[in-house]
Structures are given as structure tokens and as C-alpha cells.
């Protein structure tokens, strides 16, 4: 049987690739502990991370979930909250 547990390191890893996608920087110049808008994350970034959100681990967040949840390790803990509650 396949594990489909989610695990915040992989979840943060993920946020962190994205991020740094979306901003055409290298993962390295995001750190896991930096709110993603002083990592230059804009508002209209952010809200399509949070639909990326959305559609990968199939939960429903708000619109202001990256403003919730600033850092890559607060978003990551809060996506293993919802899923796990929602099995």
C-alpha cells in the first residue's frame, strides 16, 4: 500500500521550488523561516501559490493564506494540519 501521508519537509520543499520558480531565483535565495514577500513574493504571486495550494493537496484555503501563513515552514505545517484532519 502506497503511503500518501503528507510530510511537512516534503510540502516545504515544494513551496520553496515553486517560490523560487515563480520568482526565477534559485531555491537557495529562499529560506524556509523569511516571510515569501520579503523574498519578493507579490500579492498576485501569492494568490496563484495559493490556488497551486489548492489544486496540489486538495484542501481549501483562503485567499490570504500566504498572508496567514508567511514562511515556507508555516504554510508547509498548516497544508500537514488540513490534510491530515481531512482523511
Known sequence: MEDTHVHSSH???WI???VAEVLST?????????????SGLSSVQATEL????EDRFG???SPTFI?????????AEE???RTTTSR
Open 59 to 61: 484542501i481549501s484555503v
Open 11 to 13: 510540502v516545504e520543499t
Open 67 to 75: 498572508y496567514d501563513h508567511v514562511t515556507p515552514t508555516a504554510i
Open 16 to 18: 520553496v521550488t515553486r
Open 26 to 38: 534559485s531555491r537557495d535565495r529562499i529560506a524556509e523561516d523569511t516571510p515569501l514577500a520579503e
Open 79 to 81: 497544508i500537514v494540519a
Open 50 to 53: 495559493t490556488a497551486e495550494i
